[in-house]
RNA sequence: GCCGGGGUAGCUCAGUGGUAGAGCGAAGGACUGAAAAUCCUUGCGUCGCCAGUCCGAUUCUGGCCCUCGGCA
């Protein structure tokens, strides 16, 4: 189900009444701003925190590490002061970072929020670390192996990537049929978490698959999306591209790279792989540009086949969006904290 | 104006007397510990226009239009 939401009065209403739908349930309401990149989500997600007394964690994969301020796109110095970021510019990019880590992090965030009294609000464009909370995944019970990785790796290399999923056949049939044998990635995290049901086998449940439980999740959640044509999303993606290399994108990249490696999760985001390939004199800045661009628009897709999977998604249409935000920002009288959400108990 | 190359999928091009394909792009999809990652699926398009030959033409012939290169 899908409706629109044209006016903050509209906005405001639906979310006063999905906090009493909340509370009634005993649930930790949660807004949920979700969109592809460059859609507005930080800018929006801003005038919520600020209209309803909000603090935002982020759903962003990769506007965790440090260093990478311009090429993520993280919020500005001046949009942390007027709303508080959680999960933005903590982790040096070399540092090994993973869902079930960040679900941790951002529950323990999104609670602490709710504590003090504030709503907690979820912005970002990871439909993984999203779905995660909303969805309240329970993950399994198997560390990532690196050894086990690496093995697997070169076993696809040399052997192709048929041979791997012929492992995965023999010790869990049913993730084998699930997963397509070219897809070396998660045939390797199935194989982690077959072996470790095979150590543990009196407690496993043999050939299952993954599981969520949104009932028992402690949060209930809104989702707000943020929704433009494809033909004016990709210009924004365009013109948003530009205005990062104008801000010296470049140097950030250049700088990344002088300090860490190019194969690392963080480095291979998007603009940062391709200038890399300039910097490295392997193809020219017009190509790096117009690769970037390409692939930005790609995972702009991906991320909309994502949000479609959502059950119920308000969303807002972007020609409205800057009314939207521009009313939220002024119905409230600053300071006075009269729409803020009064606390329970 | 003359000589030559070419006009086929959004782009670059291959190809055949029985109405066509590859790469790229694009679109759709999957997704539970690397996720801005990783992977899967999808190609009827007046084969430039008009006429002729032929049972049949995108393929041969003629004319026309357009385009690129060379010479003027």
């Excluded at 709303?83 to 992090?105: C, G, K, M, S």
């Excluded at 010296?248 to 200038?275: A, C, Q």
């Amino acid at each position: 189900m899908n409706t629109s939401i044209t006016t903050a009065s509209q906005l405001i209403k639906l979310v006063d009444s999905h906090l009493k739908t909340a509370k009634r349930q005993r649930k930790i309401p949660l807004l949920a701003v979700i969109g592809p990149t460059a859609s507005g989500k930080t800018a929006f997600g801003i005038a919520l925190a600020s209209h309803f007394n909000g603090e935002i964690v982020s759903s962003d994969s990769r506007q965790i590490y440090r260093g990478m301020m311009i090429g993520t796109a993280q919020p500005t110095a001046k949009e942390k002061a007027q709303a508080r970021h959680y999960l933005v510019d903590f982790l040096e990019p070399d540092q090994p970072f993973n869902l079930a880590e960040y679900q941790r992090l951002a529950t323990a965030k999104l609670q602490d929020i709710e504590k003090r009294g504030k709503l907690p609000l979820l912005v970002g464009g990871t439909g993984l670390y999203i779905s995660s909370i909303t969805e309240n995944y329970l993950l399994p019970d198997s560390q990532p192996d690196q050894e086990l990785r690496l093995k697997m790796n070169k076993l696809a290399e040399e052997q192709g990537k048929e041979a791997v999923h012929l492992l995965l056949e023999k010790l869990d049939p049913e993730a084998a049929k699930r997963i397509h044998h070219n897809n070396l990635r998660y045939v390797i995290r199935a194989l982690e978490i077959a072996c470790r049901k095979k150590k543990f086998s009196a407690v496993s449940t043999a050939g299952q698959s993954p599981d969520k439980s949104p009932e028992q999740s402690p949060f209930y959640p809104l989702f707000l999306e943020v929704r433009w044509p494809r033909e004016i999303l990709y210009q924004r993606i365009e013109k948003r591209i530009d205005q990062q290399m104008e801000q010296g994108l470049l140097k950030e990249v250049k700088n990344l790279l002088t300090k860490y490696d190019e194969n690392l999760p963080s480095i291979s985001s998007l603009g940062y792989r391709e200038l890399g390939l300039y910097l490295q004199d392997k193809i020219t800045l017009a190509d790096a540009l117009e690769l970037f661009k390409k692939n930005t628009r790609n995972f702009a897709k991906r991320q909309l086949t994502w949000f479609r999977k959502f059950p119920q998604v308000y969303s807002i249409p972007g020609e409205a969006l800057s009314e939207v935000i521009n009313d939220l920002l002024t119905v409230r009288p600053a300071g006075t904290g009269k729409t803020a959400r009064p606390k329970e108990k």
